[in-house]
């Protein structure tokens, strides 16, 4: 077995409880003390003493002092015994009540989170839907369903999220709890505004350039910039949600894998965080049925190109033209190929030029 595997041992988690008065008949037993006289020197009725024994009744801490003085067993002994059962106990109860949750289980794409090390391995079905709820932040599927299935989820609901809602939300949620690990200044809409117009020049660099630096920009203006893979049935391109009245989350994926397509995400996504309410979620799934998304994509469009130059792009004939443009503009020769493909409807012109990104 490797030290990797070896540390994947699963800790037994066992389905019943010990109350503490077992271990009190045990010592009393040891004391030649039976239970009218251990509840005389405690000061107790032997009926309260009987349910102490049975489980029924929890040893408070004044019992806890009293037995110490009885027993000479410390009264930490007998609170730590106390909590673990009780703990235990609570432990029991909610793995009853999850197994009436299984099947929700079904909806979650549980195998994906767990190779992308989201979720820890589980010995059994219980287990892992309690690993699942821990990784939604949620303390059952009733609470999860309040969240993600609503309507409010999205003013604008999406048609995966509609389909696939178990899909959906493991993508946002692992954006989520990437953002939440950004630290970034309060969300200063002037200050987001100048930071757009230097990430606009980042999309010269290379992704290992750009990718830190356009996480820090944004951090400075109070918006946390999240890529996560993208997921197997969840075809979108990129999301935008505030997490904090102060904190926006831009979530981004390769989608397409062309920079082209990566800028266009981001810059969409930007136009959501500057132009659009904090209480949605907004989801980049193509679609062009909601003015917000077209404003968006009307946003990132003219930050990119001008729309001045659309009439342009389409009479360019070579490589060459491309390159100048490009640097007439001040951004990536890959952008203004990915426009002219757009306009033109020639998927196969300039592709060379639009660099491929690649997660690392």
Same mark, same amino acid.
């Given at each position: ?34 239970? $009218? ?79 992308? *090390? ?20 949620? *303390? ?42 950004? @630290? ?8 987001? $505004? ?27 203006? *109070? ?6 893979? @993208? ?6 391109? *990129? ?122």
């Amino acid at each position: 077995m490797s030290p990797m595997k070896a540390k994947k041992q699963y800790t037994f988690e066992p389905d019943y409880a010990v109350a503490p008065g077992e271990t009190l008949l045990e010592v009393m037993a040891s004391l030649d003390m039976n239970q $009218k006289e251990c509840s005389k020197r405690l000061e107790l009725t032997e009926q309260t003493l009987i349910r102490i024994v049975k489980g029924e009744q929890p040893i408070s801490y004044a019992t806890a002092n009293r037995l110490e003085l009885v027993t000479r067993v410390p009264a930490r002994f007998w609170n730590n015994l106390e909590a673990e059962y009780r703990e235990q106990l609570a432990k029991i109860e909610e793995r009853r009540r999850l197994a009436d949750s299984i099947e929700w289980l079904k909806t979650i794409p549980v195998k994906e989170l767990v190779d992308r *090390g989201c979720l820890e391995p589980q010995p059994d079905k219980v287990s892992m839907l309690r690993e699942v709820l821990k990784f939604y932040g949620v *303390g059952s599927v009733a609470a999860w369903s309040d969240i993600w299935e609503i309507p409010a989820v999205a003013a604008r609901r999406s048609l995966c999220f509609e389909t696939r809602p178990g899909d959906a939300s493991a993508w946002i949620r692992q954006g989520e709890l990437q953002a939440h690990e950004i @630290e970034c200044q309060p969300y200063d809409k002037a200050r987001f $505004k100048e930071v757009l117009q230097q990430i606009r020049g980042l999309t010269c660099e290379t992704a290992e350039d750009f990718a830190p630096e356009i996480r820090r920009l944004c951090a400075e203006a *109070g918006v946390a910039v999240a890529l996560v893979r @993208e997921m197997k049935k969840v075809p979108w391109s *990129g999301a935008t949600k505030w997490l904090l009245p102060n904190k926006a989350m831009i979530l981004l994926c390769l989608r397409g894998k062309g920079e082209d397509k990566f800028w266009f995400s981001f810059f969409h996504e930007a136009g959501h965080v500057l132009h659009d309410s904090k209480k949605d979620l907004l989801i980049n799934d193509g679609s062009h049925d909601d003015p917000r998304e077209v404003r968006a994509n009307q946003y990132a469009s003219d930050i990119l190109i001008p729309a001045r130059f659309n009439a342009i792009i389409p009479t360019l004939r070579s490589r060459a033209e491309v390159l100048q443009l490009a640097g007439e503009l001040g951004i990536s020769p890959g952008i203004v190929a990915g426009r002219y493909q757009f306009l033109t409807g020639k998927w196969d012109f300039f592709k060379d030029l639009i660099r491929p990104l690649h997660w690392a």
